[in-house]
Every structure is written in C-alpha cells, then in structure tokens.
C-alpha cells in the first residue's frame, strides 16, 4: 500500500467544509492533517472552532487539529476549498501560485478558460489543460474546480446521452434547503412552501453545463453547442436536489436507447476503481414515483445519479427525473472524487 497522502480543507468550520471532514474520514488515500479558516478561529481547535451540524459526532482525530489562517505556507501540497465565494478568488490563487494543487467546490474560477470543471465520469480530458494554466499564471500549483450542486446532477443524467447529440435543454430543479448553507432559509420561508427563486443558479447551471459537457481540444475547452435552459426552485427537503428534464436530440432515438445508455454507463473513475467513485455513476429506476430524495439520495454513498420517469416529451424528444445528493456529489465527494483521479493520473 502506498502511504497515504496529507491534504487540508480552506473553510473547514463551515457547512461544506465540515462535509469534506466528514467525506475525507477514513479515507484510504488522503489524511486530513491541517485545516484553514478565518482569523477569528485560527489558533484554536477545530472542536472549539466549529459549531458541529452534521449527523454523527465530530471525527475525533481532526477536532484536535489547530486551526490555520487560509494563508499558504505550512499547509499540505493538496488542499481542498470549502472558502466562501466573497474570498475565494485570493484565497485559492495564493495557494495555486505557491505551488498547492487546489480541488475547489467554490465557484470563483469555475468559468475560467484555462481551468476544468471536472466530473470524472465525462471529461477528466479537460484536466490536459492544466499545463496551459500554470503557463499563463505563472503558477507551480494549479486550481481544479468542481461543479454548482444542481448542475452535477444534470450533467450526470445528461453525459451518457450526449452521443444522440444533445441540442436543446429544459430543467426545472426542486432543490433542498441544505444547498443553502448553514442557517440557509428561513423556516418561515420554506416550510409547506415553494421559493422559486436561487439567486444565479440558473445561470450557473446553464453555463457550466455547457462547459462540463464540452469538448477539450488539446488547446482550449470548447463548449457545448446545445442551448440550456433552467428554473430553479428551493423545497422543504433536507438533502438531494431533483432536476426534472426536457431533452432534444439531433438523432432519432428510442426510449429504450436512453435507458440503455443510463444502465450501461461506467467511465474511467469506474475503470480506475477509485476509492469515492460508486460502481454505477447513473442508475436508472423504473418505478413509476422513483428516484425520491428521501429514499434514494444517500444511496451509494451520496456518490450516485438516479435517473428515472423516462417518456417521450410532446415538445422536445424525451423527459425524465434525475436526483443527486447536493452537500456530497454536489460538493464535498466530487472534489474529492476530482483529486483521486487526478492523484491516479499522476497529476499531484
């Protein structure tokens, strides 16, 4: 066995950063020895630091850890950003510039053209862009981002369709309240009710999209042609973000063909056999009221897309219901899936 690897969490007090603690707990390949935060917790204990919310008790281990300033320096070589969106971009770039490889679930450089927006099942390629970005910037390290909670699930659903040529996309999600962070919406505001409103989801989940399922051409990232359009929704549910789905194609196909691609689906985190990865990265339910958030979302480790309700769209070609677990493949398991293919590729 090789030893395992030494990483750290920017953020770690807050909601995200405490599902990277939680996801990174027993991890065969990395070791979480150092965690960075704000001025006001540095020099204190995590356990002093962090107001624990997650199910289960705070991992031992890590609530013994001295908080850091999110500043580079002693700080491991890969460091996973959990920072704030008002901070991240200094942050993060101090880290790439001192040589750390950042696996970041924040969303300042996710449209950056020379940096991937990776989700291993379909497009670890666009991780050949790296060289490009350490070129421009200057950097010995590098910044790899992973995608908005809402669009992970889309484009899991939407990848293994993209060779019936996608042209044309509706969603319309239902999102949980913990998507929104910690104390996130109002009770008043969200319970036996519907916000129909996420401010610039839907333009996170259009443009990455678009990104995600582009095409790497050895010297940039070529976007997606299709058009995307999504409402965003947040709903009185704790965990799993659904995305029901209008789909038009360039090609004549079947519904039986669509399911066929969601069941025969596996790509190179499968291939690889990685510690985060689920064994199906899209599973396919045929009962007619499935996939649910409560029943389904922490399947296979929160790592999973359950697709479901595949039937022809009197507007577009075919419709259909995809769900994912918004705080874990949404957040802190795809940046930790990110790191060990990038780990297993050689790249850390």
Request: proline letters at 6%; hydrophobic letters at 45%; a neutral charge.
């Amino acid at each position: 066995m090789q030893p395992q690897i030494e990483v750290g969490v920017l953020g770690a007090t807050g909601m995200v950063g405490q599902h990277f603690v939680k996801f990174l707990q027993g991890h065969p390949w990395f070791k979480l020895t150092w965690v960075g935060a704000s001025d006001r917790s540095a020099g204190k204990k995590y356990r002093e630091a962090t107001a624990w919310r997650l199910a289960g008790q705070m991992p031992a281990e890590v609530a013994e850890l001295t908080v850091s300033d999110c500043k580079p320096g002693n700080a491991p070589k890969l460091v996973f950003s959990a920072t704030d969106a008002s901070v991240a971009t200094e942050i993060e770039q101090a880290f790439a510039n001192a040589g750390h490889t950042v696996v970041s679930n924040s969303r300042n450089h996710r449209m950056d053209a020379d940096v991937p927006l990776l989700v291993p099942e379909l497009n670890a390629d666009h991780l050949g862009i790296l060289p490009a970005q350490r070129a421009k910037r200057g950097w010995s390290g590098a910044i790899v981002t992973n995608p908005n909670c809402s669009t992970i699930v889309l484009t899991m659903a939407l990848g293994p369709l993209k060779q019936f040529g996608i042209q044309r996309v509706l969603v319309t999600t239902m999102q949980a309240i913990s998507g929104a962070g910690y104390p996130g919406v109002p009770s008043m505001d969200i319970t036996a009710n519907v916000v129909p409103y996420i401010g610039g989801e839907e333009e996170k989940m259009q443009i990455e999209t678009q990104k995600i399922l582009g095409d790497f051409t050895g010297g940039e990232l070529r976007a997606l042609e299709a058009k995307v359009s999504a409402h965003c929704n947040r709903v009185p549910v704790v965990d799993g973000h659904l995305a029901a789905t209008s789909v038009e194609f360039s090609s004549k196909v079947k519904a039986e063909d669509l399911i066929a691609a969601f069941d025969t689906f596996t790509a190179m985190p499968q291939q690889l056999n990685l510690p985060s990865a689920p064994k199906r990265p899209v599973i396919y339910m045929p009962a007619a009221d499935r996939p649910q958030p409560r029943r389904d979302a922490e399947r296979e480790n929160g790592m999973a897309c359950f697709v479901g309700r595949v039937r022809e769209c009197p507007v577009f070609d075919f419709k259909f219901i995809a769900l994912g677990h918004n705080t874990v493949r949404g957040a802190a398991g795809a940046a930790v899936l990110n790191a060990e293919l990038m780990q297993a590729q050689g790249l850390l």
